[in-house]
């Protein structure tokens, strides 16, 4: 144990550990044990949708953490799907597929700058964004409209345009999934994933849009619970050395501040559980431990006694809890620096979203239109955020179905003598739902389809509109267009 800890004593060893921490807890009010745990030095908090009711109750909110502490204030704002200041209602902003469909870095910076804008008003220094996985996987079940695109020098420009932006406003980004999440078919929320690439394809794909991001300044990356069998072994890249320490700070010569993903998924808590992943996560590079929605006050306190007694028996050095408590401090320093320039223009969501709509055939105007949304289950990182054109006031009449109970008769004898809209997102990954929509063309060959997530499926000689994403601002764009 080194000299510096050994003056601080017991505590000052789990003040150091307790500041690897990015915590999270239930309600829209912090409580008093992440309180408490701030004024013994927990790093910081990650904040989710079930945190957010609206931006004066966030600002509200993070300045009473501030208060306790100094803690790093983090959460997932990627615009498009993956939203936390738009949990109930759905973003304002299209999310980087779209980015990547319009492939204007200004636009994205402008996009992510607005983005920055928002948060940094509201208090939050740390934005886990942008993704920068290239795609190439189609059915990928949690990247997908997440990505820029599947071309790894699109996913490069637009990186550094996102990171640019968003750093602008001095809320720092996080670049992820080190070392990239594109190429994989199992959600690391559930399971391992394996990326099964060559060290050599994974420097011209993966890692070209992290090495871009590195050189334009982000200021955290954030780890990827895949394996990735030519560099990591058996072991996901967030408990991997030879990942974090090898490749990412030795190879890319990365020295910033290196964050998790959420150790509470199952990709890490199934082999090696939540304060056991937390101390190979450590040992491996990683600075700053996200540990998702899930962990309890009662978990985080065992995990920071196995960090403690991780090092007091020499599993995990104590330089490592050192190094990592430097990083974060400079990250905290930067962004409590003062930064210049005004508030990005509101309208940049919508009139971005407009321009990635993507028209196959002719829009013809519609007559009293039914849209009948197919309904998709949510993903883990997405939750339960409303998508469609349900959420836009009512131009149309709109209805839900679950593919496996959806009537099509009924439907069709609803839209007789009306023009029938039919919304889909991923319908690729989604045989219930092509077969619901390819029932419904059958009878009505003069119908519209909407893709609001990639638009890989595509039913021949009908009407097809691309949003490359489901945000509000996608839904509002794609009716604007229809007429709806």
């Given at each position: 144990?080194?000299?510096?800890?050994?003056?601080?004593?017991?505590?000052?060893?789990?003040?150091?550990?307790?500041?690897?921490?990015?915590a999270a807890f239930q309600g829209t009010g912090a409580p008093e044990w992440v309180l408490r745990g701030l004024e013994n030095g927990l790093g910081g908090v990650t904040l989710?949708?079930?945190?957010?009711?609206?931006?004066?109750?966030?600002?509200?909110?993070?300045?009473?953490?501030?208060?306790?502490?100094?803690?790093?204030?983090?959460?997932?704002?990627?615009?498009?799907?993956?939203?936390?200041?738009?949990?109930?209602?759905?973003?304002?902003?299209?999310?980087?597929?779209?980015?990547?469909?319009?492939?204007?870095?200004?636009?994205?910076?402008?996009?992510?700058?607005?983005?920055?804008?928002?948060?940094?008003?509201?208090?939050?220094?740390?934005?886990?964004?942008?993704?920068?996985?290239?795609?190439?996987?189609?059915?990928?079940?949690?990247?997908?409209?997440?990505?820029?695109?599947?071309?790894?020098?699109?996913?490069?420009?637009?990186?550094?345009?996102?990171?640019?932006?968003?750093?602008?406003?001095?809320?720092?980004?996080?670049?992820?999934?080190?070392?990239?999440?594109?190429?994989?078919?199992?959600?690391?929320?559930?399971?391992?994933?394996?990326?099964?690439?060559?060290?050599?394809?994974?420097?011209?794909?993966?890692?070209?849009?992290?090495?871009?991001?590195?050189?334009?300044?982000?200021?955290?990356?954030?780890?990827?619970?895949?394996?990735?069998?030519?560099?990591?072994?058996?072991?996901?890249?967030?408990?991997?050395?030879?990942?974090?320490?090898?490749?990412?700070?030795?190879?890319?010569?990365?020295?910033?501040?290196?964050?998790?993903?959420?150790?509470?998924?199952?990709?890490?808590?199934?082999?090696?559980?939540?304060?056991?992943?937390?101390?190979?996560?450590?040992?491996?590079?990683?600075?700053?431990?996200?540990?998702?929605?899930?962990?309890?006050?009662?978990?985080?306190?065992?995990?920071?006694?196995?960090?403690?007694?991780?090092?007091?028996?020499?599993?995990?050095?104590?330089?490592?809890?050192?190094?990592?408590?430097?990083?974060?401090?400079?990250?905290?320093?930067?962004?409590?620096?003062?930064?210049?320039?005004?508030?990005?223009?509101?309208?940049?969501?919508?009139?971005?979203?407009?321009?990635?709509?993507?028209?196959?055939?002719s829009a013809a105007p519609l007559v009293d239109p039914l849209v009948v949304e197919v309904d998709t289950p949510p993903t883990i990182a997405v939750g339960d955020v409303p998508?469609?054109?349900?959420?836009?006031?009512?131009?149309?009449?709109?209805?839900?179905?679950?593919?496996?109970?959806?009537?099509?008769?009924?439907?069709?004898?609803?839209?007789?003598?009306?023009?029938?809209?039919?919304?889909?997102?991923?319908?690729?990954?989604?045989?219930?739902?092509?077969?619901?929509?390819?029932?419904?063309?059958?009878?009505?060959?003069?119908?519209?389809?909407?893709?609001?997530?990639?638009?890989?499926?595509?039913?021949?000689?009908?009407?097809?509109?691309?949003?490359?994403?489901?945000?509000?601002?996608?839904?509002?764009?794609?009716?604007?267009?229809?007429?709806?």
């Amino acid at each position: 144990m080194s000299e510096l800890i050994a003056d601080r004593g017991d505590q000052g060893l789990r003040r150091l550990a307790a500041g690897t921490l990015l915590a999270a807890f239930q309600g829209t009010g912090a409580p008093e044990w992440v309180l408490r745990g701030l004024e013994n030095g927990l790093g910081g908090v990650t904040l989710f949708g079930f945190n957010i009711t609206d931006a004066d109750q966030l600002s509200a909110l993070t300045a009473r953490l501030r208060e306790a502490g100094d803690p790093v204030v983090s959460l997932d704002e990627e615009g498009g799907d993956v939203t936390r200041l738009a949990y109930h209602v759905g973003s304002p902003y299209p999310g980087n597929a779209a980015l990547g469909a319009v492939d204007d870095v200004e636009l994205t910076r402008r996009v992510y700058r607005a983005i920055g804008d928002e948060l940094a008003g509201c208090g939050v220094t740390l934005d886990m964004a942008p993704a920068a996985d290239v795609n190439t996987a189609d059915d990928n079940p949690v990247i997908g409209t997440r990505s820029f695109g599947a071309d790894t020098a699109l996913v490069v420009r637009h990186t550094v345009a996102a990171v640019r932006g968003l750093q602008s406003t001095g809320v720092a980004a996080c670049v992820k999934h080190f070392p990239g999440h594109g190429a994989t078919r199992q959600d690391s929320h559930l399971e391992l994933p394996v990326v099964d690439a060559s060290r050599e394809l994974l420097r011209e794909r993966e890692l070209a849009p992290f090495r871009a991001a590195i050189e334009a300044g982000t200021r955290s990356i954030m780890t990827a619970h895949v394996r990735v069998p030519a560099v990591t072994g058996d072991a996901p890249a967030t408990l991997s050395p030879a990942a974090l320490t090898g490749l990412l700070r030795g190879e890319l010569g990365y020295d910033g501040v290196v964050v998790t993903d959420a150790l509470d998924m199952r990709a890490v808590t199934d082999a090696y559980g939540l304060a056991g992943g937390a101390v190979l996560s450590l040992a491996a590079g990683a600075d700053l431990l996200c540990l998702g929605p899930t962990p309890t006050s009662d978990d985080v306190r065992r995990i920071i006694d196995e960090i403690v007694a991780a090092v007091l028996d020499g599993r995990l050095p104590a330089a490592r809890l050192e190094e990592a408590a430097e990083r974060v401090a400079r990250l905290r320093a930067w962004s409590g620096a003062p930064r210049t320039g005004g508030t990005e223009e509101k309208v940049i969501g919508l009139a971005a979203a407009r321009r990635a709509v993507s028209l196959t055939g002719s829009a013809a105007p519609l007559v009293d239109p039914l849209v009948v949304e197919v309904d998709t289950p949510p993903t883990i990182a997405v939750g339960d955020v409303p998508w469609g054109f349900t959420p836009l006031p009512p131009r149309a009449e709109v209805v839900r179905v679950k593919p496996e109970a959806a009537d099509v008769p009924d439907i069709l004898r609803r839209a007789t003598g009306r023009s029938l809209v039919v919304v889909v997102k991923d319908a690729h990954r989604y045989e219930t739902s092509q077969s619901v929509v390819s029932a419904l063309l059958a009878a009505r060959p003069d119908a519209t389809v909407v893709e609001m997530g990639l638009p890989i499926w595509r039913p021949a000689g009908v009407t097809y509109l691309a949003t490359y994403g489901a945000a509000r601002a996608n839904a509002q764009a794609a009716a604007e267009l229809l007429g709806v």
